[in-house]
């Protein structure tokens, strides 16, 4: 039951993201977009987590940009 628990992505209790958010965040950090900065497509964050940090298609990620 506990390999289940771990292996589901579940929202953290310390901020309450799951492991998707955390991967857009950071990506998006590391690839210098931030809000003091030009307009970026929402394509190009994708295309950096989708090819760094999250190889699972882009339709996740896409859906956790909506939803966040």
């Known amino acids: 039951a506990m390999s289940v628990i771990v292996g589901r992505a579940l929202p953290e209790v310390r901020d309450g993201l799951k492991p998707v958010h955390r991967r857009v965040l950071y990506a ?3 690839s210098g977009f931030r809000p003091d900065r030009s307009h970026a497509k929402s ?3 994708v295309a950096e987590t989708m090819g760094n940090y999250h190889p699972h298609g882009d339709a996740s990620i ?3 940009l909506v939803r966040m």
């Open 43 to 45: 394509a190009r964050s």
């Open 62 to 64: 896409y859906d956790t």
């Open 28 to 30: 998006m950090l590391d």
